[in-house]
């Protein structure tokens, strides 16, 4: 069956340091990947999309990387800040580009002063 | 302000009682749609819209009822509503359906609570 798989422990990190937040699928073959993060008692906000001739995509302090061989993307915050506190969700295309996601259930990042 | 805007917040009701929740974006987006949020469960798709009077299901349309009349609305209906619809609902909109490269905007959620 098709699955997307994100860590479902809450990853906890000393400020400063790298957070990496793992997103495994299987099943599909995704044109592209999109991340959110979802503060409580909020919407999800989008973060990035990286597509799938791309390795790997910047914004800022956020680095998101995609290895369709592998079947995962690996997002990271780098330098990270107790404001980065948050839920992260994946989402994959599973409808060849027209809009149909597929979220992974998230993995909640705690970043500790 | 850029916005998708949800109605009620938060509702508790009885089972059978029709409701609607309501769901409007203001940036003129073709393509809308709502989710609901279990825990462990991840966001799943109810039903979606690539434009006006055009409307699908998604992963999980049940007991569910969608209309889009107009760009900017997309109201949830549940006419018999049972407590396994008790959940939280995200209504979301994005620029197309049809190029997929788009972000989607969220509203803040429905927390309804189904007795």
């Known amino acids: 069956s098709q699955k997307i798989e994100q860590n479902s422990e809450a990853l906890n990190i000393q400020e400063g340091k790298t957070a990496t937040l793992t997103c495994n699928y299987t099943?599909?073959?995704?044109?592209?990947l999109q991340w959110y993060r979802q503060d409580p008692g909020r919407g999800p906000v989008f973060l990035l999309l990286?597509?799938?001739?791309?390795k790997e995509k910047r914004k800022e302090r956020l680095k998101v990387t995609f290895d369709t061989t592998l079947k995962q993307s690996l997002f990271h915050i780098t330098a990270s800040q107790p404001a980065d506190s948050a839920t992260y969700l994946c989402?994959?295309?599973?409808?060849?580009?027209?809009?149909?996601?597929?979220f992974g259930a998230g993995t909640r990042l705690a970043v500790h002063p | 302000e850029a916005q998708v805007t949800q109605n009620p917040r938060y509702l508790i009701t009885v089972t059978g009682k029709k409701l609607t929740v309501t769901c409007s974006q203001n940036?003129?987006?073709?393509?809308m749609s709502w989710y609901r949020q279990d825990p462990g469960l991840g966001l799943r798709q109810i039903y979606y819209?690539?434009?006006?009077?055009?409307?699908d299901k998604g992963d999980v349309p049940e007991g569910y009822k969608v209309s889009r009349k107009e760009k900017r609305n997309f109201p949830l209906i549940l006419e018999s509503p049972s407590p396994n619809q008790t959940s939280l609902y995200f209504c979301?909109?994005?620029?197309?359906?049809?190029?997929?490269?788009?972000?989607?905007?969220f509203g803040d959620g429905t927390r309804l609570s189904i007795l």
């Open positions: 979301a909109s994005s620029l197309s359906g049809g190029e997929g490269y788009q972000p989607q905007h």
């Open positions: 099943n599909y073959s995704p044109a592209y």
């Open positions: 990286i597509r799938e001739n791309e």
């Open positions: 989402a994959l295309d599973s409808s060849g580009g027209y809009n149909k996601l597929i």
């Open positions: 940036m003129n987006h073709e393509y």
């Open positions: 819209s690539m434009n006006v009077e055009v409307t």
